[in-house]
């Protein structure tokens, strides 16, 4: 537990019952049982760090054999000292929700506003650093300009392994509460976690649930919607000049209750310019695999024809492009499909989209 220490914590009702020697002491509340404490200068401001009596001999023993070792996270409780104190403390201890909102700020980096992880530096005036940072500012504080060294803040380290904070996509409707140490690994594999959108002609960041990006998709890309599981699509370039670096328009089909995006563009597979196209599921990948697809191509009697599982959009286009996991075609057979003088590309694809047993 953490609080901020002012001189209503400690007078009239409270006293030490021995001078405060180094790093811990004690502290007899109004005549209730004991619990230890300590007192730490994190960013110029002096905290006052609370554990129950049973667990702070081992913590302090840890400590001192192990200064440069955090024990692995674990699902610790957050003490609640209104348990272990008696009634004529309580409200000077009761604030919790302050106290947490207080953490969280302490646990975040001055330079990238991030939740800072073990290790945790600190400066000799008690400023705070997350390791990820410390290179940048070239082993300088950014708060008082002062040298940083290599001072671990392990006191911070150890009230960060006691919290259990929400997920960060609250919002979206995850309602988990997890360690502070293991919340970043859960939000990176939330499953509420938002999907970003997949138009792929410019670089979008409008993030948002599927709901959300397929309005978004046809209210400001414009983009065609189709519904039905089978479709015929014609892609034509008549300028030369746009046969090499054609992108058309995405196309989303609705079927099966699920949503679609049908992508086709030119681009380079090593010095040979190719056309892709591929299929991406608009939800997760564990979903994506209940369905497949295929894509059809030809023209002057031959015929190309792909089949294959539509791609999450967790992954980018770009990265399902780069991975060739789609109809390939190159450019002459394109060219050799389109029929006429070679200079204008006319492609007719077809394709089908079903639902595995």
């Known amino acids: 537990m953490l609080f901020f220490l002012t001189k209503s914590h400690l007078a009239p009702t409270s006293k030490l019952t021995r001078p405060l020697l180094g790093f811990s002491s004690f502290l007899l509340i109004s005549g209730c049982p004991l619990v230890d404490f300590w007192l730490s200068t994190i960013n110029s401001r002096y905290w006052l760090f609370i554990l129950p009596m049973a667990t702070a001999n081992s913590y302090y023993d840890d400590l001192r054999s192990k200064p440069e070792v955090i024990d692995p996270p674990q699902n610790e409780n957050i003490v609640d000292v209104g348990e272990h104190i008696c009634d004529t403390a309580q409200s000077v201890l009761k604030p919790n929700v302050t106290v947490t909102s207080s953490v969280r700020e302490l646990l975040e980096c001055p330079v990238c506003l991030s939740a800072m992880y073990p290790p945790i530096h600190q400066c000799l005036n008690g400023h705070t650093l997350c390791s990820g940072c410390k290179p940048k500012v070239h082993n300088r504080c950014p708060t008082c300009r002062h040298e940083l060294g290599n001072i671990r803040c392990l006191a911070l380290e150890k009230v960060a392994a006691s919290l259990e904070l929400p997920c960060k996509y609250q919002s979206f409707g995850c309602m988990g509460i997890y360690p502070y140490y293991s919340k970043l690994k859960h939000e990176s594999q939330c499953v509420f976690r938002p999907y970003s ?71 380079q597979l090593g010095m040979a310019p190719v056309y892709i196209a591929f299929l991406r599921f608009m939800g997760d990948d564990n979903e994506a695999k209940n369905y497949s697809y295929s894509l059809e191509v030809g023209g002057n009697g031959r015929k190309m024809i792909w089949q294959g599982v539509p791609r999450s959009i967790r992954d980018s286009h770009r990265k399902v492009r780069d991975s060739f996991d789609g109809l390939i075609i190159q450019r002459n057979m394109a060219l050799f499909f389109s029929g006429g003088d070679r200079k204008e590309l006319k492609l007719r694809i077809t394709g089908r989209i079903w639902k595995e047993q």
């Open 197 to 267: 959108c997949p138009y792929a002609g410019s670089e979008c960041l409008v993030i948002g649930d599927i709901p959300y990006l397929v309005d978004h998709l046809k209210d400001d890309h414009k983009v065609d919607m189709h519904s039905g599981s089978t479709f015929n699509h014609r892609y034509v370039k008549s300028n030369p000049h746009e046969v090499e670096n054609a992108t058309w328009m995405l196309t989303v089909f609705s079927c099966f209750g699920q949503y679609f995006c049908l992508h086709f563009e030119a681009f």
